[in-house]
Each structure stands twice: as C-alpha cells, then as structure tokens.
C-alpha cells in the first residue's frame, strides 16, 4: 500500500510519499514526538483507490476512488524550516510515525460530493498526477491537503473533522 499526498509547501503543490507507519486510524490520540517543539497541522481529504491503474485521465479519475475520509496531516515545523534554510530533506518534518490521522470512511456513493473547494488541488489532479509517475493500486491512499494556513496544535486539544464529516474524526491530542 501506498500514501500519496499532496501539500501545498513553498509555493508550490508538492506530491509527497508518505510510510505506512504514519497513519494514526481509530480515533487514537496522537502523541506529540519528542525531538519537536512545534507541531502544526492541516486538514485533508483522504481517498481510497478501489482500482488498478496507470496514467489516468483526468476525466476518468472519478472511477478510481470508493469512498474518502477526513484527515488531518500532521507536521514538524520546526523540522520542516530546518529543511528550508539548509536543504535537508523534509521527510523528517513530514513522513513519521502517525503524522496522518484518518477519520471514517465514507462511501461516495453515499452522495458525498468531494471537489477542489479548499484543496490544494481536486482529487481529479491528484488521480492524474499521482498516477502519471506510479502505478495506483486498490487500497492505495491519496491524501490532499486543504488550502487552510497550517496551524500549531497544544496538548490536550481535542480536534473533530470538517463541516462535511463532523461525526467522522475525532483526535486527542497528548
């Protein structure tokens, strides 16, 4: 299984791979790493691949996702300003251990309409793009950002999902 995400970083809409040791599912609380001192994070939509393929077009990407979730997408700032001014890698910053939550899943066939409304791009994109450089399997992640500002997250917060799957995620922060 794959994660692909997609973040808007330094301007630019940046397609990340992200392990499968970051996902934190279950309404789990998230731990805060030690080695940081300022974690932010930003809501996503997560969509779940239900099929093979390979340099999908953009008009046919619909047909390649079953059901999304409301996510969050958890970063080390300070980890990821590091990598700015020195030219590390920010997969530090971006790729640990459960630094993307993932709500419930909903099907879309239950009327749920996701666009590019607050993403930094539409799941269409990301289907396309994504698929341009990799093949995409079923059970496969793409994660996309919103284009909401990043925002620093305190301990013993509890955050819920958007307007769209209030019900749906539920984070303790710790």
Not at 52 to 65: T, V
Request: glycine share 8%.
């Amino acid at each position: 299984m794959k994660i692909i995400g997609f973040a808007h970083i330094d301007g630019t809409n940046e397609m990340l791979l992200k392990s499968d040791s970051c996902m934190l599912v279950n309404r789990k609380p998230f731990f805060l790493p030690d080695g940081t001192d300022d974690i932010r994070m930003t809501r996503c939509v997560v969509l779940r691949v239900s099929r093979l393929g390979k340099s999908i077009e953009r008009r046919f990407a619909d047909r390649y996702y079953d059901a999304v979730a409301p996510g969050l997408d958890f970063v080390a700032w300070d980890k990821l300003e590091d990598a700015r001014h020195n030219g590390n890698s920010w997969t530090e910053a971006l790729d640990f251990d459960y630094s993307l939550a993932i709500g419930e899943w909903v099907d879309k066939g239950d009327g749920l309409s996701v666009t590019g409304d607050g993403l930094v791009i539409t799941p269409e994109e990301a289907i396309e793009r994504a698929s341009r450089l990799m093949t995409i399997r079923q059970g496969d992640l793409i994660y996309i950002d919103t284009t909401e500002s990043a925002r620093r997250v305190e301990r013993n917060e509890l955050i819920e999902g958007p307007k769209w799957a209030k019900d749906k995620l539920y984070c303790k922060i710790k």
